[in-house]
């Protein structure tokens, strides 16, 4: 399926690929080309090196939905959002607490806020967090996701369970054991191995701090169902039928072997690969018996003891680019072959000038959309 039908069906498109393949600007030029398709286009980024926002020539984007001006004869629209974990986390409390009193206590406290802050994958985390929000809202026809060059290249695919885990309803029982077992939440003689545990924390830490620990589970012991019924909800939208992953990759070996794992991952995890974007690929646009004719017109223009060497350097850069062209061509086969048959495969060439704005992204439509 081409890409200019994904971008009629499809209601969420997510791009992933390694770093600096261009995988943030292809991102932004989909959700402009479902735009200027009629569609109302969200495109939310998670890579925390704000490229978003270079690519659409804006200064900065935050944690909300910012409306992109496009011109009037436009039929759709075009709103981008960078992801800000802190903040979403805090959405997130908002939404599954079952009271104001409980979100307040879990805002209030410590633990919580150092969770917020620099809890493991909670980047990746509260982007499926956010994403889940923003799909499901029905406010856009599309939303297309840039998400991160991470170490582990689906991270992201697996954070939803990753706090439901680390909130386990098991977990959250052996912790707060000790300090149920006892008429008074934190007093009383603890007893047993995690007794043990939390005599050896409390000597480490202080009773402060473990008093902390305890009253962070005890509050989110009854948001464990909430979690858990999000990420459920998230792992069937990056499932579903509307939801259309794309490969983004550059004609390199380091890129290519990206790929191949993202291929590997999506097929094995049942989820729809549906296109492979190459970006910044080489053309050679002239034989070499053309250049060498049109620099030997151009020489006779200059002095001869400039044209000779000139001359000569210009040929052999031509040389060099016409190899590079070659090797490139011949690793988009590569790539084309290992995507298999039924994926769409879109090869957008190296742009003369760095995609900045939106009359740069554009720029891209022909080779994504056609």
Aim: net charge neutral.
């Amino acid at each position: 399926m081409r890409i200019s039908e994904l971008l009629r069906t499809r209601k969420l498109l997510v791009c992933v690929g390694s770093g600096g393949v261009g995988k943030t600007t292809t991102a932004a030029s989909l959700a402009l080309s479902g735009a200027h398709a009629g569609r109302r286009a969200l495109v939310l980024t998670i890579d925390p090196a704000r490229r978003l926002a270079n690519s659409l020539g804006l200064s900065e984007i935050g944690n909300h939905e910012h409306r992109i001006s496009l011109p009037d004869d436009c039929p759709g629209e075009l709103w981008a959002m960078m992801l800000d974990a802190p903040s979403t986390f805090d959405d997130v409390i908002r939404r599954v607490a079952p009271n104001e009193a409980t979100r307040d206590a879990i805002y209030a406290n410590r633990i919580y806020r150092s969770i917020a802050a620099s809890f493991s994958g909670s980047h990746e985390y509260m982007a499926t967090e956010r994403l889940f929000d923003v799909v499901q809202s029905g406010r856009y026809d599309l939303v297309v996701l840039d998400t991160p060059p991470v170490k582990n290249a689906l991270d992201f695919l697996d954070a939803p369970g990753r706090l439901a885990r680390f909130l386990d309803k098991q977990v959250m029982k052996r912790l707060l054991t000790p300090h149920e077992e006892e008429a008074g939440f934190l007093g009383g003689i603890v007893a047993g191995t995690t007794a043990v545990v939390y005599r050896l924390l409390g000597h480490i830490f202080g009773e402060a701090f473990l008093g902390d620990i305890a009253a962070f589970f005890s509050l989110f012991k009854d948001l464990y169902d909430g979690f858990r019924a999000r990420h459920e909800a998230v792992e069937r939208l990056f499932a579903d039928s509307s939801t259309g992953f794309i490969v983004v990759a550059a004609p390199t070996e380091p890129s290519i072997e990206v790929a191949n794992f993202f291929f590997a991952e999506l097929r094995s995890r049942s989820l729809p690969f549906a296109a492979l974007v190459v970006n910044q690929v080489h053309h050679a646009s002239f034989a070499t018996p053309d250049v060498e004719a049109l620099m030997g017109a151009r020489a006779r223009e200059l002095d001869a003891g400039v044209s000779g060497p000139l001359l000569a350097r210009l040929g052999a850069a031509h040389s060099r680019l016409v190899a590079l062209a070659g090797l490139e061509a011949r690793r988009v086969a590569q790539l084309r072959g290992q995507a298999g048959r039924g994926v769409a495969v879109h090869v957008v060439p190296r742009m003369r000038e760095e995609v900045h704005d939106l009359r740069s992204l554009a720029a891209l439509h022909p080779f994504l959309v056609t």
